[in-house]
């Protein structure tokens, strides 16, 4: 079946460090692929998104690439700030037969100290 | 402020007893999901309904059912709750399937 693997968390940066969170999938077919952002208390909110192989998806100074041939989907960021710290998710999203399929992995903790 | 609604934003309740929990999409949006957040198991899919009909299943418990409505909005009814049930329980939509969803704010249900 489908499955999202995120790297386990928290991840501590400094402000101003450089930004990693890898994300692999696999799945049958041809996903899309989606980055949430879950800030504390609050509910997930897209981040960016990619639909196709090669695609990048960027926002709010992130990144992250959809690679079909390492199935993956790595979000980074050159330089963290405080704001940024939040819970990410990384998602995928199948269609077969007309019945569509979610998954989100189980999401990084990022914590950014000033 | 994402456009869908979720009420009540807590609940908390005892034991055995079923609640419901209502989600209003955003305008225009004709896909509703429903997901379950705890701390052990992280972001669980339910259920996804479209324009009224069922469309994707999750790990939808079978004490837990879910409809939407001419409206569009949607319902999720949990029964017979156990302790392990108390969870944020998050609605999103979209306009179609396979398309980005926005989440609503949650509802935080515990079961004492």
């Known amino acids: 079946g489908d499955s999202v693997t995120q790297m386990e968390g928290p991840v501590t940066l400094s402000e101003e460090a450089f930004l990693t969170i890898n994300c692999t999938y696999t799945a049958t077919g041809y996903p899309s692929l989606f980055w949430y952002v879950q800030y504390p208390g609050e509910g997930l909110q897209l981040l960016l998104k990619a639909t196709k192989a090669d695609d990048k998806g960027s926002n709010k100074g992130f990144e992250a690439t959809y690679r079909k041939e390492t199935t993956s989907f790595h979000l980074e960021k050159g330089s963290v700030q405080v704001s940024d710290s939040a819970v990410y998710f990384c998602a995928l999203i199948t269609v077969s037969g007309g019945y569509q399929k979610v998954t989100f992995g189980t999401g990084t903790k990022l914590q950014v100290i000033p | 402020d994402s456009g869908v609604t979720q009420t009540p934003k807590h609940l908390i309740t005892a034991t055995g007893q079923r609640v419901t929990l209502r989600c209003s999409p955003r305008?225009?949006?004709?896909?509703v999901y429903w997901y379950q957040q705890s701390l052990d198991q992280g972001l669980q899919f339910l259920i996804q309904?479209?324009?009224?009909?069922?469309?994707a299943k999750g790990n939808i418990l079978e004490r837990f059912s879910a409809q939407q409505f001419p409206d569009l909005h949607s319902e999720l009814n949990l029964s017979s709750l156990e302790l392990g049930d108390s969870a944020l329980y998050f609605c999103a939509s979209s306009v179609v399937s396979a398309e980005t969803q926005y989440f609503g704010p949650g509802t935080r249900l515990l079961v004492l």
């Open positions: 309904y479209y324009n009224g009909e069922e469309r």
């Open positions: 305008s225009g949006d004709l896909s």
